[in-house]
């Protein structure tokens, strides 16, 4: 997942990661042939760590004889996996939920759930808020859904909060339900370890627990037999990947990586969201040795200014984080680099913010997601700061590293005209349909001609870059797919 967020603003779209405000409704795209109460209507909000939860969920609900419909009329469960990080996620979620009471009226029946992070956070305060939800399920115990919905039908409400290594739910998932076949999400830990003080995560998802080297092979393999080409690793904090797996033994992020790189058939393999202080020379050569590793690194820095970053808890210094990316410079070629930023943190002074400028000038990231920072319930900013940026110097914040951000994205697709990329097609571009669409290994967003040639679909191809825009490349087939 891309960095958890912790504020709010404008995002320059670079990764697929990104949280959103909107809902994804997981649907059959029919109505299912099974009894109304076991009909589930399934909207998922945030990052793609609550996507790859959600697969899990409905997996466990699945094996009890559950059945997704897109119709919420349709559905006598209709379940919400919430976001906690931003606050206007969440406060869709809590409009959608309260609009559902006339049709509980209506059904009285009818099985309401509020789960994932707002559920971790906001716990049973949501039933006084919201009295038509029978289910608040954290992110420790969604395993347990059939038997909640269950108990929900009958005693009318359950809470389901636990969050501890025990109860944290293990990893294995029985459906790729991703947007594409030949592209999944395979999580490698769950939870947070670290303490940004902006962050709600360590909250809602408790501590890291990595997952075994052999379970992700296995679980990536079985990916690739189904047609899986491109395998992106999550994790809140990826690059701490290992920690307290086998005693004696130090096991990092780059033995999962050498392990996938052997597995026929899977072309390219990413990581996100990585942490600044676990990057390490290990990881950096295995990115550089591996020929599936793509050359893309996510990065959030968050501020330029270390003064800032102390205020976050970040743990790491603008030497050191300039100092990881001249290593991965000297050592990985073609490496791209994307970031997260906050702006207007508590008491961020107009240095403190010119230093963020500065920095994004220096690093000249191919991307950044930019943040206005507003404070949410359950962190420690919350309690130990006051969020005193006023709003409008945020907003203009946020411009200029939007405005900068675009300028600097303007020029490195610029150098990429005339280069001969290599795309996976993901399909017809939404803007034009006579244009197919994918990313390059650098995770840009490539366009080409294509419409007739939906076969191309899956295939990795070679496009010559012949225009460049901030959020695009534009180019021409060279040769055949793969
Ligand atoms: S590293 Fe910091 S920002 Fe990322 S999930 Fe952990 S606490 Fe949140």
């Known amino acids: 997942m891309p960095e958890p967020r912790a504020a709010t603003g404008t995002v320059v779209p670079i990764d697929k990661l990104s949280t959103s405000s909107d809902g994804e409704v997981l649907g059959s795209g029919g109505a299912p042939e099974v009894p109304w109460e076991k009909r589930v209507y399934f909207e998922v909000f945030g990052c793609q760590m609550n996507k790859l939860d959600s697969e899990l969920m409905v997996g466990a609900l699945e094996e009890e004889g559950y059945r997704l419909t897109d119709d919420v009329e349709d559905a006598g469960v209709i379940l919400y996996n919430t976001c906690a990080v931003r606050e206007q996620a969440e406060n869709r979620v809590f409009s959608k939920v309260g609009a559902l009471k006339p049709l509980k009226r209506k059904r009285p029946d009818l099985v309401i759930g509020v789960l994932g992070c707002s559920a971790q956070n906001h716990r049973e305060k949501i039933f006084a808020r919201l009295p038509q939800v029978g289910i608040v399920c954290g992110t420790g115990e969604f395993l347990r859904l059939p038997e909640l919905i269950e108990t929900a039908r009958k005693q009318g409400r359950v809470a389901a909060l636990k969050l501890d290594l025990e109860t944290t739910p293990r990893f294995t998932r029985t459906r790729n339900l991703g947007p594409n076949p030949f592209s999944a999400f395979v999580s490698v830990m769950r ?19 990595s997952r075994p080297v052999i379970e992700i092979v296995d679980e990536a393999r079985s990916l690739v037999d189904g047609g899986v080409r491109e395998i992106t690793l999550l994790g809140q904090t990826v690059n701490s990947y290992g920690k307290r797996l086998a005693k004696g033994r130090s096991i990092g992020l780059q033995h999962v990586l050498h392990e996938l790189n052997k597995i026929r058939g899977l072309e390219r393999i990413r990581f996100i969201t990585s942490h600044p202080r676990f990057m390490n020379s290990e990881l950096v050569d295995a990115m550089a040795a ?21 205020r976050m808890l970040r743990t790491y210094t603008i030497e050191q984080y300039r100092s990881v990316i001249s290593q991965c410079r000297e050592k990985i070629h073609g490496f791209a680099v994307a970031t ?33 920072y507003s404070q949410r319930e359950g962190t420690r900013a919350a309690e130990d700061y006051r969020d005193d940026v006023p709003e409008e110097v945020k907003r203009e914040r946020n411009q200029i590293l939007l405005k900068l951000q675009q300028k600097i994205s303007g020029e490195i697709n610029t150098e990429r005209i005339g280069l001969t990329e290599e795309v996976l097609v993901e399909g017809p571009s939404k803007f034009d349909a006579a244009r197919l669409t994918g ?23 070679p496009v010559l870059i012949q225009e460049a825009k901030p959020l695009v490349l534009v180019g021409e087939r060279v040769g055949p797919g793969r």
């Open 439 to 461: 990313r390059n290994r650098a995770n840009q967003i490539v366009v080409f001609p294509g419409k007739v040639d939906e076969s191309l679909v899956g295939k990795l191809v």
């Open 290 to 310: 591996l020929e599936k590793v793509c050359e893309y690194l996510h990065l959030p820095v968050q501020s330029g200014a270390d003064s800032v970053l102390k």
């Open 340 to 372: 997260d930023l906050i702006v207007g943190f508590c008491g961020e002074t107009e240095d403190e913010f010119q230093a963020t400028v500065r920095l994004m000038e220096e690093i000249k990231f191919q991307g950044s997601f930019v943040f206005r």
């Open 191 to 209: 939870g947070c370890d670290q303490a940004c003080t902006f962050c709600v995560v360590p909250k809602t998802r408790g501590k890291e627990l």
